[in-house]
């Protein structure tokens, strides 16, 4: 997954992310590590999630997003994506 984008941040590097965004978000005093997904190390999990209403709900959920950000890119209205 990191080859894809998966980002987990630990001890120092974590210190510093908070600090970049300590206005904006509150992580909270006890969070050690975070892992972050960019988009395709996010649409990866989508593919190998499987079986369970959970997993048919997280890959809607990426198919929204996909839809969404190609309307946003081409000023609205996409019907159908080949």
Excluded at 4 to 29: I, M, T, V
Excluded at 52 to 69: H, M
Aim: glycine share 8%.
């Amino acid at each position: 997954m990191e080859h894809n984008g998966y980002f987990l941040w630990k001890a120092n590097s974590l210190k510093e992310f908070k600090l970049c965004f300590a206005p904006e978000k509150d992580f909270g005093s006890k969070t050690t590590q975070l892992g972050l997904f960019d988009f395709c190390s996010f649409l990866n999990i989508g593919m190998l999630l499987t079986k369970s209403e959970k997993a048919k709900y997280v890959r809607s959920r990426i198919l929204d997003i996909v839809i969404s950000t190609i309307n946003e890119k081409t000023g609205g209205g996409t019907k159908y994506i080949n």
